[in-house]
């Protein structure tokens, strides 16, 4: 995140990223649908620009959801900024937002067998405990 970036606007670009991937949209076919470039909606993405209300309004139109889908779960404003830490929806939102996180969500859901999913979730953290570089930091 860049100084000038605010967290909100961050994280309701990482929504809008989040909506658009789940539709199987590209930034090019959303950035005509609004009448902007692809590179409009990657800084809207990014947080780097701004959405305004209009603009969010239009866009939530476009993907089929209400402005209020861009806020469920954002963080508050720290009154102290560098001293805040990163809230962990973060995390989530940054990892569903991502094609692989976005990927194994949906083929994750498809699994009906609670034993096979509790079984992929082992696998998982078994296979982050292998690559885990001993920081001490652990997926559970």
């Known amino acids: 995140m860049s100084k000038s970036s605010n967290i909100v606007d961050v994280y309701v670009g990482a929504r809008l990223r989040m909506r658009r991937t789940m539709l ?12 902007v470039t692809f590179q409009q909606v990657q ?8 959405i ?24 508050a404003q720290s009154a102290e900024p ?5 809230s962990p929806q973060s995390y989530v939102v940054d ?7 976005l990927q194994l969500n949906r083929a994750f859901l498809r699994v009906r067998d609670p034993r096979v999913r509790r079984r992929i979730v082992d696998l998982v953290i078994s296979l982050a405990s292998a690559d885990d570089d001993g920081s001490g930091s652990s997926v559970r």
Do not use: D, W
């Not at 199987?24 to 009448?35: D, H, I, N, V, W």
């Not at 209009?54 to 963080?75: C, D, I, K, N």
């Open 24 to 35: 199987g949209m590209s930034q090019s076919r959303l950035g005509e649908l609004l009448g």
């Open 43 to 50: 800084k809207y993405e990014k947080g780097s620009n701004r």
């Open 52 to 75: 305004s209300a209009s603009r969010l309004q239009h866009t939530a139109r476009v993907l089929e959801v209400s402005p209020g889908y861009f806020f469920e779960g954002a963080p």
């Open 82 to 86: 560098g001293f805040a830490e990163e």
């Open 95 to 101: 990892f569903l937002a991502s094609t692989e996180g």
